[in-house]
């Protein structure tokens, strides 16, 4: 099956500092898909991307699909309280193979 | 409209015996899928249905079966339990061909 490395497994940032969590994977990827889980709560949909080199943005998140369709970002700008939770890529369709999931913790 | 609930939320079981779990997709949906976490493993996918059929399934022993009703509300079976089954069982519904997944709270599996 598929698989997709993340890194790092856990991040600490001051708030207002960036963070970037990054997939990789050995093969192509048909697809992206990014989701986040709050602590104790359940994984939510943040977007799909699915074209070579796409850029996506939501506000201070901005997702990235590179050019060879095998790794994959998600950067946050200026991290708030709000953002902590653990991130996590995934590739498939209704079959999602997940990321080992980035946790980040915002210190204020 | 209402998300993608499951019950129970919460369950303890002996090692040996079985359990069964429950979904109900988003209205409309008609594709459920099944996931387990665990802090060693990640989050793995089980099986996915459609239209009652499985569509799709993970690498898990037999031990772990499915169904999809008509209605698209599904259930997932454990039989023979495990101590390493205890995870946090998600399921999550989703329109094709979008692929989005919304996910339900989950059921918390412990099992002594």
């Known amino acids: 099956g598929q698989q997709v490395m993340q890194i790092p497994q856990y991040q600490h940032v001051q708030e207002g500092e960036d963070f970037t969590t990054y997939c990789n994977s050995s093969?192509?990827?048909?697809?992206i898909q990014w989701y986040k889980q709050r602590p104790g709560g359940h994984p939510v949909f943040l977007i799909q991307?699915?074209?070579?080199?796409e850029v996506k943005k939501q506000k201070r998140l901005t997702f990235q699909f590179g050019e060879a369709k095998k790794n994959s970002s998600l950067h946050i700008t200026a991290t708030q309280t709000t953002d902590v939770g653990t991130y996590f890529c995934?590739?498939?369709?209704?079959?999602?193979?997940f990321g080992t999931g980035t946790r980040l913790t915002v210190i204020p | 409209k209402a998300g993608v609930t499951q019950t129970p939320r919460y369950l303890i079981k002996t090692r040996g015996q079985q359990v069964t779990l429950s979904c109900s997709p988003i209205?409309?949906?008609?594709?459920v899928s099944w996931y387990q976490q665990t802090p060693g493993q990640g989050l793995q996918f089980l099986f996915e249905?459609?239209?009652?059929?499985?569509?799709n399934k993970g690498n898990f022993p037999g031990r772990f079966s499915g169904r999809q009703f008509s209605n698209s509300r599904s259930e997932m079976n454990v039989s023979t339990l495990e101590l390493g089954d205890s995870a946090l069982y998600l399921c999550?519904?989703?329109?094709?061909?979008?692929?989005?997944?919304?996910f339900g709270p989950g059921t918390r599996l412990t099992v002594t």
């Open positions: 999550a519904s989703s329109s094709d061909p979008t692929y989005e997944q919304y």
């Open positions: 093969t192509t990827l048909s697809n």
């Open positions: 991307l699915v074209k070579s080199g």
């Open positions: 995934a590739t498939g369709a209704n079959n999602l193979f």
């Open positions: 209205s409309g949906h008609r594709s």
């Open positions: 249905y459609f239209s009652e059929t499985q569509r």
